[in-house]
């Protein structure tokens, strides 16, 4: 069988293969609690099941237009000018199935082979993976103070004359960070200066804590939607809870997204009817769902950080935003792939190594469970990591024994 060369190089990932190990221990009775996942427990929200259920009922599911239903398209234009204040029109959006496939069209339209991207450490998963099947360069910027910002010079240092987009993910997954508005002001400043697309990957932009708030990338330039190089990610999956269907979106010059609508075009064709419509319900909705959700994960994150205020040896940097947050771990074990299968093996726990995100030492916990889970799991891996601790506990009739590293 022969198999690309390219293709052959590009791992699995790495929180879907864990979610696939954590349902197959689950099916088999074993006491797992997941403290990897990035997918809310909340239920759909009503507007977005009566909006899909409209299309069903009316039976006539077919093709949708390349870059979106227009009402969708509508919805978003109006979510823009409220959240970012900005006017787009139509031709300044596409839809696609996910944000996931609207990154991955965005790069594979302005990168050519050996264009270089930058990825701010700690970054997404994905992200170097997307810019190596385009056959680009990603340039990673790890933030030489051990935080997780890094400044704008270590970033401007890192740009060459292949360098054609930055990508910025605020709130970031998976240290739950919120970058500095002043660093989003430079950014936007320096790439619409030298030409270079600023891609904010925006899709956790509303679940953020504290009474903080995401800046706006536009507020920081007099270019109007044709001329910036500024482009915006979003979506459903975090903000309502709606990872299943699949719709995210992109806003930018209607030049790219001609492009982007003939990459799709050739690709996926269109985001699935019944999602858009879906989509559309949850946009045009009571908004108050989107509150419900992010106060009920701010709770969550107190419990978090309240597990972790008695766990010592571990260092943890408050979340601002999203699901997740980051603890560095590396004072029990450096190699963070290791700790995180025994953890798996030992507790039944399941988190993601930090190495996956750039930050070696670290394992990305999520807290998008219930809080009983949340303090159980904190309680397993501190057993598992705790040399004083008993050999033996119990989890229901369950024995889990240590074997200590």
Same mark, same amino acid.
């Given at each position: 069988m022969h198999i690309s060369n390219l293709a052959r190089g590009i791992p699995s990932s790495p929180t879907l293969k864990l979610n696939e190990e954590a349902k197959s221990l689950r099916d088999r009775g074993e006491p797992v609690i997941h403290l990897g996942g990035g997918e809310p427990k909340n239920r759909v929200p009503l507007t977005a099941i009566l909006g899909s259920a409209a299309r069903l009922k009316d039976g006539d599911v077919k093709y949708a237009p390349v870059d979106g239903l227009a009402s969708l398209k509508k919805a978003i234009i109006r979510y823009t000018e409220e959240n970012y204040g900005r006017l787009v029109g139509p031709e300044h959006v596409i839809v696609s199935s996910g944000a996931k496939q609207s990154l991955y069209n965005v790069l594979l339209s302005i990168l050519n082979p050996q264009d270089e991207v930058i990825v701010l450490a700690p970054y997404w998963v994905s992200y170097p993976e997307m810019i190596r099947m385009v056959y680009g360069v990603p340039v990673i910027v790890t933030p030489g103070d051990g935080s997780f910002i890094p400044t704008f010079d270590e970033i401007v240092e890192c740009v060459s004359s292949y360098t054609r987009a930055i990508i910025v993910n &605020?709130? #970031? #997954?998976? &240290?739950? @960070?919120?970058?500095?508005?002043? !660093?989003i002001a430079q950014l936007v400043e320096f790439c619409e200066e030298r030409s270079i697309y600023l891609i904010m990957d925006d899709i956790y932009h509303k679940l953020v804590f504290d009474g903080l708030h995401v800046p706006s990338p536009y507020a920081y330039t007099t270019r109007d939607p044709e001329t910036t190089h500024i482009i915006v990610i979003n979506? +459903?999956?975090?903000?309502?809870?709606? $990872?299943?269907?699949? /719709?995210?979106? $992109? /806003?930018? &010059?209607?030049? !790219?997204?001609?492009? !982007? $609508? #003939?990459?799709?075009?050739?690709? $996926?064709?269109? =985001?699935? !009817? /019944?999602?858009? =419509? =879906?989509?559309?319900?949850a946009l045009t909705g009571v908004q108050h769902v989107v509150e419900d959700l992010r106060m009920s994960i701010e709770n969550k994150r107190d419990v978090m950080l309240q597990e972790f205020s008695t766990f010592s040896g571990v260092? @943890?940097?408050k979340p601002n935003g999203t699901f997740y947050c980051l603890p560095d771990f590396s004072a029990y074990m450096r190699d963070s792939v290791a700790l995180s299968q025994l953890l798996l093996k030992r507790a039944l726990v399941v988190t993601v190594p930090g190495r996956e995100f750039g930050m070696e030492g670290h394992l990305r916990l999520s807290y998008t469970g219930s809080s009983k889970? +949340?303090?159980?799991? +904190?309680?397993? @891996?501190?057993?598992?990591l705790d040399p004083n601790a008993p050999n033996e506990i119990y989890i229901g009739d369950r024995k889990l024994i240590r074997d200590w590293m």
């Amino acid at each position: 069988m022969h198999i690309s060369n390219l293709a052959r190089g590009i791992p699995s990932s790495p929180t879907l293969k864990l979610n696939e190990e954590a349902k197959s221990l689950r099916d088999r009775g074993e006491p797992v609690i997941h403290l990897g996942g990035g997918e809310p427990k909340n239920r759909v929200p009503l507007t977005a099941i009566l909006g899909s259920a409209a299309r069903l009922k009316d039976g006539d599911v077919k093709y949708a237009p390349v870059d979106g239903l227009a009402s969708l398209k509508k919805a978003i234009i109006r979510y823009t000018e409220e959240n970012y204040g900005r006017l787009v029109g139509p031709e300044h959006v596409i839809v696609s199935s996910g944000a996931k496939q609207s990154l991955y069209n965005v790069l594979l339209s302005i990168l050519n082979p050996q264009d270089e991207v930058i990825v701010l450490a700690p970054y997404w998963v994905s992200y170097p993976e997307m810019i190596r099947m385009v056959y680009g360069v990603p340039v990673i910027v790890t933030p030489g103070d051990g935080s997780f910002i890094p400044t704008f010079d270590e970033i401007v240092e890192c740009v060459s004359s292949y360098t054609r987009a930055i990508i910025v993910n &605020s709130p #970031n #997954n998976p &240290s739950g @960070i919120v970058y500095p508005a002043e !660093l989003i002001a430079q950014l936007v400043e320096f790439c619409e200066e030298r030409s270079i697309y600023l891609i904010m990957d925006d899709i956790y932009h509303k679940l953020v804590f504290d009474g903080l708030h995401v800046p706006s990338p536009y507020a920081y330039t007099t270019r109007d939607p044709e001329t910036t190089h500024i482009i915006v990610i979003n979506g +459903i999956s975090k903000l309502y809870g709606m $990872t299943g269907f699949r /719709i995210g979106w $992109t /806003i930018a &010059s209607s030049k !790219l997204v001609e492009v !982007l $609508t #003939n990459v799709q075009g050739q690709t $996926t064709s269109c =985001a699935a !009817l /019944i999602s858009q =419509a =879906a989509a559309e319900g949850a946009l045009t909705g009571v908004q108050h769902v989107v509150e419900d959700l992010r106060m009920s994960i701010e709770n969550k994150r107190d419990v978090m950080l309240q597990e972790f205020s008695t766990f010592s040896g571990v260092h @943890i940097v408050k979340p601002n935003g999203t699901f997740y947050c980051l603890p560095d771990f590396s004072a029990y074990m450096r190699d963070s792939v290791a700790l995180s299968q025994l953890l798996l093996k030992r507790a039944l726990v399941v988190t993601v190594p930090g190495r996956e995100f750039g930050m070696e030492g670290h394992l990305r916990l999520s807290y998008t469970g219930s809080s009983k889970e +949340i303090k159980e799991g +904190i309680d397993r @891996i501190k057993w598992a990591l705790d040399p004083n601790a008993p050999n033996e506990i119990y989890i229901g009739d369950r024995k889990l024994i240590r074997d200590w590293m």
